[in-house]
Structures are given as C-alpha cells and as structure tokens.
T-cell receptor, first 112, second 109 residues
Framework: DAMVIQNPRYQVTQFGKPVTLSCSQT?????MYWYQQKSSQAPKLLFH???????NEADTPDNFQSRRPNTSFCFLDIRSPGLGDAAMYLC???????????FGQGTRLTVV | DAKTTQPNSMESNEEEPVHLPCNHS???????IHWYRQLPSQGPEYVIH???SNVNNRMASLAIAEDRKSSTLILHRATLRDAAVYYC??????????FGTGTRLTIIP
C-alpha cells in the first residue's frame, strides 16, 4: 500500500494560472519534503518541514509556496506557473533523526 | 551544505558485485550518509544509510571510511533490476536531504 501519496500523478496547467499539488502520508512522519526534478537532473530540494517548522531553500523562487495544515498533508502552491516550472514534483517524508525518507511517485506538471 | 562527489556513470556485469564510490570530504560529525536510487519515471527509493559503522541490509552494504570522508555502496550481486541512478546524500542535523548529481549504473547482461 502506498504510504506517500501524491495527487494527481499528472497535472496540466495554463501559463500563469495558480496550481496546487498535494501530498499525503499514512506514516505519521514528522518531516516532509518537496522536490522539483527536471528531465535528466537530480531532484532539487525546494523546502522541508520538521513538524510545523518550515525551512525554505535560499534559491527556491517566491513563486513556490507550501502549506502543511496537519501532520498528514502537505501542499505545494505555484502562484504563477511559467514554462520553466514544468517538471516532476516529488514529495517525501521521514521520521527524522537521520532515518530513511520515503518518496511518493511524483506529480508531473505540464505548463501550456 | 556538505556536498558529495560521485562518478557520473558506471557499468557492471550482471551477477557480479558493484562498488559505487562517494566522496564527502566536508562531512560534519552529525551528518548521516544516505543512499537512494531512482529508476526511470519513479520516485527515489531508499537503499541504505549509516553514520560511522559499516551497515548491511537486504539490498546492499555500506562501507564508511574511518575518517568518514568517503563511503562505498556495495551491491553484492547485480541484476538487471539494479540499473538506476544512485544518489549518495548527506543528511544534516536539520533533516535536510540534498541530492547530488548521482551515478548512473548500467548492468550488462
């Protein structure tokens, strides 16, 4: 059974139209991550939460925002998607304390 | 942020052991060494992690140098299903998990 669930698997959005990607977990993990992965590149960390503590990477564009309303859910909001934001977006969770991370299958975002 | 350095690509014959190296000369005393792999069109998959001592699990072994500035992921008997990009990552005390460029492993039948 999937433990980190990302919906939808594929998302098409219009240039400049806000879009929200969601991630849920059944593991009750403290830490949640959002990554952006473009073709043939490694995943790039956008931000992560440790419980409610939000950690934004210095080079994450302001266009990307995140919300974590409770332990189980985390959202990635792209306020005005550009063509360059087309990518796979990966969510991951971890119990913390250096333990392993579990990744979802990702949401592939297309901007038209 | 502590960084890792890995070869861009490696090849190995099927059913032979594979040693994937990683250098992390700026590692701090509290950083964990993690390895993940990613198959095409899938999310990364956890392989193994350690702090100071060598580690074994059902997938692989992790050999950590005594000074912790390098480590080696060992796949004992490679199969075609092990073909993937392998990432060596340092996980810091703030739980930050930053990917490097990874090693693309090709298995030759």
């Amino acid at each position: 059974d999937a433990m980190v669930i990302q919906n939808p698997r594929y998302q098409v959005t219009q240039f400049g139209k806000p879009v929200t990607l969601s991630c849920s977990q059944t593991l009750n993990h403290n830490v949640m991550y959002w990554y952006q992965q473009k073709s043939s590149q490694a995943p790039k960390l956008l931000f992560h939460y440790y419980d409610k503590d939000f950690n934004n990477e210095a080079d994450t564009p302001d266009n990307f925002q995140s919300r974590r309303p409770n332990t189980s859910f985390c959202f990635l909001d792209i306020r005005s998607p550009g063509l360059g934001d087309a990518a796979m977006y990966l969510c991951a969770t971890s119990r913390g304390q250096g333990t392993e991370a579990f990744f979802g299958q990702g949401t592939r975002l297309t901007v038209v | 942020d502590a960084k890792t350095t890995q070869p861009n690509s490696m090849e190995s014959n099927e059913e032979e052991p594979v040693h994937l190296p990683c250098n992390h000369s700026t590692i701090s005393g509290t950083d964990y060494i993690h390895w993940y792999r990613q198959l095409p069109s899938q999310g990364p998959e956890y392989v193994i992690h350690g702090l100071t001592s060598n580690v074994n699990n059902r997938m692989a072994s992790l050999a950590i140098a005594e000074d912790r500035k390098s480590s080696t992921l060992i796949l004992h008997r490679a199969t075609l299903r092990d073909a993937a990009v392998y990432y060596c990552i340092l996980r810091d005390v703030n739980e930050k998990l930053t990917f490097g460029t990874g090693t693309r492993l090709t298995i030759i039948p």
